[in-house]
């Protein structure tokens, strides 16, 4: 990193996504004396233009909406980070970004040159596991794809005497 750009910290955020992700990002932030960057990814849209700031445009993978738009970040998500954020200390901005979660953080990391990503890891379940194992985790993608370290937030941590939800009895 040059002496000129400023020191980021990205994190991948959804709506309903547990404060902790945001808040232990905000640590982080705060620590390295950072930006963090808070970034959503539409994982049901993709990129076709992209802008100096890691913003970017983009297009629906449904061909019966072939509507370019601007990625624009959910007002009621930005609200609530605010909460969370509001007496943090730390500058935090937003970004919306479009296509596969790990790829799309990835992605913006390397162009705002930032110094980490972070991430929670998902909540156990049915659900979350048989997602997990279809599209693999993103924590875990970004971990083995990247060249700056990836921070995995622990949002529901199973004692080592109990089996994770994958591994059966």
Request: aromatic share 6%.
């Amino acid at each position: 990193m040059s002496a000129h750009q400023p020191v980021r910290v990205i994190v991948g955020v959804t709506r309903g996504q547990p404060d902790a992700v945001v808040r232990g990002a905000a640590v982080f932030a705060s620590r390295f004396q950072a930006e963090l960057v808070c970034a959503t990814v539409d994982a049901t849209r993709y990129m076709v233009a992209e802008h100096a700031d890691g913003s970017m445009s983009s297009l629906p993978f449904d061909p019966d909406l072939p509507e370019l738009a601007e990625e624009t970040f959910d007002p009621r998500l930005a609200a609530h980070l605010a909460e969370i954020l509001a007496g943090a200390g730390v500058a935090w901005s937003t970004r919306a970004l479009a296509g596969d979660p790990a790829r799309a953080l990835g992605h913006l990391a390397h162009t705002l040159g930032a110094a980490m990503i972070v991430v929670g890891t998902r909540e156990s379940g049915v659900r979350h596991t048989l997602q997990t194992f279809l599209g693999g985790s993103v924590a875990a993608r970004l971990a083995h794809r990247q060249h700056r370290p990836v921070v995995v937030i622990p949002l529901a941590p199973v004692p080592f005497e109990e089996p994770l939800p994958w591994e059966g009895d």
